[in-house]
């Protein structure tokens, strides 16, 4: 019952931009920190972005500046918006959720930075 689903992923140019969006349900939204992760081929998964349930935010080194995670709770969506995207950008990015310490993953969206 619980879901959640990554969209928006594709093919963009470098310097482009892109807005991912994680659409969840089964779990109490409100209450949850919510995080994007990336993986890489050939590299370990990494946090890129976090937001926190009174909405403060953190980020990664590599991507601060440049991307920006939100919340709607009335949606029960997290996004994130990446712009002037780099080739080392590419990796399939994933939405995850903690919420009384459970642990809740999506399935995954591939972003490919190339010209």
């Known amino acids: 019952q619980v879901q959640l689903v990554e969209s928006g992923g594709g093919l963009v140019q470098p310097g482009g931009s892109r807005r991912l969006s994680c659409a969840t349900s089964?779990?109490?939204?409100?209450?949850?920190?919510m995080m994007w992760y990336r993986q890489a081929p050939g590299k370990e998964r990494e946090l890129v972005a976090t937001?926190?349930?009174?909405?403060?935010?953190a980020y990664a080194d590599s991507v601060t500046g440049r991307f920006t995670i939100s919340r709607d709770n009335a949606e029960n969506t997290v996004y994130l918006q990446m712009n002037s995207l780099k080739p080392e950008d590419t990796a399939v990015y994933y939405c995850?959720?903690?919420?009384?310490?459970?642990?809740?993953w999506g399935k995954g969206t591939l972003i490919t930075v190339s010209s």
């Open positions: 089964g779990f109490t939204f409100s209450s949850a920190a």
């Open positions: 937001i926190y349930t009174g909405s403060d935010t």
């Open positions: 995850r959720g903690i919420v009384r310490g459970t642990i809740y």
